[in-house]
Structure formats: structure tokens, C-alpha cells
């Protein structure tokens, strides 16, 4: 069961400050004139009152910061290595492509558009209550092929360079496949590191990418659920651009790799 964060969230904070606007608009005055009539020397607050004076702001501030400016997340699985691993907690940008209501996932703002190699958070078309995590690579209206391994974008091929073994060496807490190869691919004006595997079926296609959608592949390209399996993601499915880690520590393994601690996300 995957518990709604966000909506549990504003939920309390409404809460909250509804328990405590009420409170001071119509029962705290008729309190303390009470205790002032019987002479009560020690006034307290009902508790939850109390709780909710104390938790509103609290909660007030972590609603903003977590919907309009940053949201933490935790990688679980190895579609996007090499670039990002399983137990990286990473740090989203929510603003970067526009600010959206809470809950109701609503752009009110616009600030920014998805660029071609940006790392986005999104919500998975086929189940949007699943966060999901890939690399942007078609932009509205693009054609794009995959095929044989070979990745083009608008017929034009994307250009990869220095293939090498992907070992134990380059993974502290994972042992990569045997048959891994490391890659730089060239993204436009990004390089990035892909990861394929020789042995692995190369999923071929070609997609057009609709007005008001993205389409996204995992670096991990040969071990990635993205747009070649279920199509395309809407504008208003994205969350934000991933941009940094600031912990990695694998809770299934009790492994950490202190390395990855403060890197930021290409």
C-alpha cells in the first residue's frame, strides 16, 4: 500500500490550523474570562489545541519547502546506473519545472520546461501514486529511434564513446553483471555515462513524442522500465529535476558508500 505523503501532509497542516484558528476566533477569550470569573491561577489549553498551536507552523514550513522547493527521494532500484545507484537519497528540484498545487498536481506557475538529459522525477503514467526516475531524452514533438543499442534523435545518432568493463571496483555495495559495459554518451551539450549489456536484447523502436509529453529512458539501458515499454510521460506527471545526493546507503545490504555523499546529478 503506498501511502500519499503530500496528501497526508496538507491534511494535517489544515488540520491543524483549523483547530487552532477556531480556537482563537471563538473559545479562547470565553476560557480565560472563565478562569478569571472562578479565579483559576493556572490556565492551560486543551491538549489539542495545544498540539495543533505547536505543530501548524511546523508543519506549515515543511508543506512549502517540500512542495514548492525541494523534496528528498530514495533510488530503489538500478534502472539508472551507473549514474545514480540503489540507496542514493537524492534531493529534487520541485520548481524547476513549474510550481504545482499539492495534491492536486496543478501548474500555477510556470518557471521552466524539461531540457534533453535532464535527470526527472515523475509520476509512473501506468500507476501515478509510484515515483519513478529516468533521464529525459524526447522532447515533444521529437522521433525517437532506438535500435541495435544505438539511441538517435531526430534521425540524428547519438554519439557514445570510451566503452569499458563496469566492475565490482565501480560499486561498492552492488555486484554488476558480468557482461556490463560502461559508455559516455553525448546528449547534445551534456555527456553522460550509460550502462548496456552485451548479452541483452537490444528493444527497438521508434517513437514520436506528442505535444504536452516527454520520453524517458533509465542510463541503465538494458535493465530500465521506461517509455520503450509504456509510452510517454504528461507534463503534469513531472515532479521535478533531480540535483544532487546527499546520502547513499543501501538498507536491504547495511552498505553505505560515503563517496556519493554531496555529488551532484549530470
Known amino acids: 500500500m503506498n501511502?500519499?505523503?503530500?496528501?497526508?501532509?496538507?491534511?494535517l497542516t489544515l488540520l491543524s490550523g483549523l483547530i487552532w484558528l477556531a480556537d482563537s476566533l471563538l473559545f479562547r477569550q470565553r476560557r480565560m474570562d472563565r478562569a478569571v470569573q472562578e479565579k483559576v491561577q493556572a490556565y492551560r489549553e486543551p491538549v489539542a489545541v495545544e498540539y495543533a498551536r505547536s505543530l501548524f507552523p511546523v508543519l506549515l514550513i515543511v508543506l512549502i519547502f517540500r512542495s514548492f522547493l525541494f523534496e528528498p527521494f530514495k533510488i530503489p532500484s538500478g534502472s539508472m546506473i551507473p549514474t545514480l545507484l540503489i540507496g542514493d537519497f537524492?534531493?529534487?528540484?520541485?520548481?524547476?519545472?513549474g510550481l504545482r498545487v499539492p495534491v492536486l498536481n496543478?501548474?500555477?506557475?510556470?518557471?521552466?520546461?524539461?531540457?534533453?538529459?535532464?535527470?526527472?522525477?515523475?509520476?509512473y503514467p501506468v500507476d501515478d501514486s509510484v515515483n519513478f526516475i529516468k533521464r529525459v531524452i524526447g522532447l515533444p514533438g521529437d522521433t525517437i529511434t532506438y535500435r541495435d543499442k544505438?539511441?538517435?534523435?531526430?534521425?540524428?545518432?547519438?554519439e557514445t564513446s570510451g566503452k569499458t568493463e563496469f566492475t565490482t571496483r565501480d560499486l561498492k555495495c552492488t555486484t554488476p553483471r558480468v557482461d556490463a559495459r560502461r559508455l559516455q554518451e553525448q546528449l547534445g551539450t551534456l555527456q553522460h555515462d550509460i550502462l548496456l549489456h552485451e548479452t541483452a536484447r537490444s528493444r527497438n523502436g521508434q517513437w514520436v513524442v506528442p505535444e504536452g509529453h516527454y520520453f524517458m529512458m533509465g542510463d541503465n539501458r538494458?535493465?530500465?522500465?521506461?517509455?520503450?515499454?509504456w509510452?510517454?510521460?504528461?507534463?503534469?506527471n513531472l515532479v521535478g529535476r533531480a540535483v544532487g545526493i546527499w546520502l547513499n546507503f543501501d538498507l536491504d545490504k547495511g552498505c553505505a558508500d560515503w563517496s556519493r555523499v554531496a555529488s551532484g546529478i549530470h
Do not use: H, M, T
Open 222 to 229: 538494458d535493465r530500465s522500465n521506461d517509455s520503450r515499454e
Open 90 to 97: 537524492i534531493v529534487v528540484n520541485k520548481y524547476a519545472y
Open 106 to 123: 496543478k501548474k500555477f506557475v510556470a518557471i521552466g520546461e524539461p531540457q534533453r538529459g535532464d535527470v526527472a522525477v515523475f509520476r
Open 231 to 236: 509510452g510517454f510521460v504528461p507534463e503534469e
Open 3 to 11: 501511502i500519499d505523503f503530500a496528501l497526508v501532509l496538507v491534511v
Open 150 to 158: 544505438e539511441l538517435f534523435v531526430n534521425g540524428e545518432r547519438v
